[in-house]
């Protein structure tokens, strides 16, 4: 029997449960479902757990745990944490969620803002005593005594050596004054001798309110003996969605004792309705009279509540009033009149006798972007803007003027008025300004929103410039100045190079006539002039000002040269860097100014390193564009020979140029050459297509077959007829038909490898037996009809 019962008590947990589970779901717990699943056996762990599930699907808290009818739960709250231990919404509320808000509302929604009494004031004269206030009476003068008492059930409290004293319902100043009159029957001095009696509370009561009507959670709360309505109206999550906070009402008893209006406080910062609730008070909220919104161009755009009788004006009011961009002369009122919208136009002066209605829509549009008595100036002029188009500021003279006259550099000829016609089009009004100034025409008269535009000589034309090239610090170009001479542009560009000439600097104009009728065959004049290392140009060259778009050529001296280096490295005596002192300096000077050959030097290997100059460059270039245009020939150059990177060997002898010194073996020197001495090496590589690539020693006589017979012999794949010797002076030698080349110490044997060929395709092998086929079928023809 117990296992039946707890298996029932088990099963109705779980529907109770899943009732939850279901609501959660839905967004929409209700205090019966909560009280249904308590009675059920659900705990309050697993109601939590179901209130967190709902909260994590909505994203924000709802009290439904202590949202349960007034006589079912009492409502604790201690003061110290005003109140509440749940949350309606999230503490604060963005913007665009307080539009879809009533004004208001969300203050009983967030952490921050709590209207929490303040337990440390002291107690209020006009406070009223009551069962629980715990009572401090000090005594103090000619006699000192401290008694703490708290008020009993039955209102009274014990006084030693007095008896009970019935203090509740009287204030805190009618209290006092009974006790001195009641003591001073033991403390004599009460009767305006030297003893004193003060009376203050120790600690206060608690107080049950009850709030019922259109809030949140309605119920019974237990609150601090100080709370306001404002207290009890937080602690019950604030009204709900159709409460008013236009009329909040307090009953003590039968009578009604105050009425709280929110917007008062909000608006006008009275606190003087919020009521000092007692105990067994009862506070009605009623449901809303009027709900009107408001749009547009006002400071606070938002659902405000509305009283009877209220007006538009007060709907303005509660917004903020209007923001500088409305239009406010009138308001759209969109409103419903029970079968269908209709809109209402309210000007400015019926705003305080319009009266609202529930459910007025009303939008404030904002003024027209236009201007009414403007006028612009723009341009060459001291202070460009607009101006107020005035009886003082109505010609285009009075805009001058007010704008501080034009500059200087003004072009006064043509000047522009554009003007906005009524149907918004544009139309264009020329001033000869520089008549106008000068009293030649009279002046012209401007109308609203005209623009008047006075160009600058230099919004009429390009940037002038001049350039310089050649042996100076910076050449580029740079901007035209009235009266440049060319030593100014020397200086703008940083001085002369050291390498520059000094004897000429050349300046070549544009031919510019622009009232020619013909072609002219001269395409620039040309001026020369001469400078010294001072920059002072002679003085034919200082009376010649530079023209726009003028170009300066300044030389580099014939007569400069900057150093040329060599290096030779290897088996020489003094190795490293040498000067070329002439340029015709050969191979056998510098091997004799570096000390000649060390004994351990191989004369025969010795080679040359150059690098590319800008003209072997161009050589190259020109090669391969001759070769990608002939790329479709057999015979074509290969284009990755010609790559031969920045560097390159030039083959030399140097036995035979040390032996002839200025012959043609003796080769001419050029900057950044390195000449290579190297020691003697007594072997010979073998590589390419053979069997064992590899190194052997130098054998004298033996000839190209048997060093490749020393690697192996051939591979299949060989060009045997096209075999070669690179020697380490940098030349090579090819193996021709009826000799081999001579092999010497530090030779490489290279034998370079055929060419892959691609068999014949199907369709191709197909193809050259039609045509075969063909011939044969022709030849076959041609022999029968010559018989």
Known sequence: MMIVRRLSSLLLATIGLTLLSLSANSQNISPDMV??????GVSQQQIDAAMKQQQGSTGSSVPVTKAVAPSSVDRNVKADSIYRTNEKMSSFVDDASKKKIVFGREIFSQKNLTFAPNMNLATPKNYRLGAGDELMINIYGASEDNIAQKISADGRVVIPNIGPVSLAGLTIEGAESKLRLTMSRIYSGLNG???????????????????????????????????????????????????????????????????????????????????????????????????????????????????????????????????SSAYSENITLKRSNGRQFEVHTVDKADFKNFVMQDGDELTVGEVVKSFSNRVEIQGAVQRPGMFALTDKLSTVKQLIDKAEGVRGDAFLTRTQITRTLPDSSKQMVAVDLYALLNNKIGDVALENKDVLYIPSIYDLQKEFTVTIKGAVDSAATYPFRKDMTVEDLIVMAGGLKYEASLQQIEIARRIRDPYSLKPTDKAA???????????????????????????????????????????IRGEVVFRGDYVLSNKSQRLSEVITKAGGLTPQAYIKGARLLRKMTHDDSVRVISLVKLASRNSSKKDTIDIKKLDIGSEYFVGIDLEKAMSNAGSEYDVVLKEDDVIEVPQFSNTVRISGAVLYPNTVTYRKSVSLREYVSMAGGYDDGAKKRKAFVIYMNGTAARKKFWSSPRIEPGCEIVVPTKPERKGATAGEILGYSSSLASIAAMIATIISVTK
Do not use: W
């Open 193 to 323: 001798g030297g003893t004193h009696l003060t009376l203050s509370l120790r600690n206060i009561r608690s107080i049950k309110v009850n709030m019922v009507g259109e809030v949140v959670a309605p119920g019974t709360y237990t609150l601090p003996s100080l709370a306001t309505l404002f207290n009890a109206l937080y602690a019950a999550g604030g009204v709900n969605d159709i409460g008013s906070l236009r009329s909040i009402k307090v009953y003590r008893g039968s009578h009604m004792v105050g009425e709280l209006d929110v917007y008062d406080y909000l608006l006008n910062g009275k606190f003087g309705s919020n009521v000092r609730l007692e105990d067994n008070d009862m506070v009605v909220v009623s449901p809303y009279d009027k709900l009107v919104t408001i749009e547009g161009n006002v400071k606070r755009p938002r659902i405000f509540e509305m009283k009877k009788g209220e007006t538009l004006a007060d709907a303005i009011r509660f917004a903020g009033d209007f923001k």
């Open 35 to 40: 009280e249904k699943a308590r009675a059920v």
């Open 525 to 567: 004049e040309v001026f020369s002039f001469s400078i010294d290392d001072k920059l002072s140009i002679s003085p034919e060259a200082k009376r010649f000002a530079l023209a726009p778009y003028d170009e300066v050529y300044v030389r580099v001296s014939p007569g400069y040269e900057k150093q040329c280096n060599v290096t």
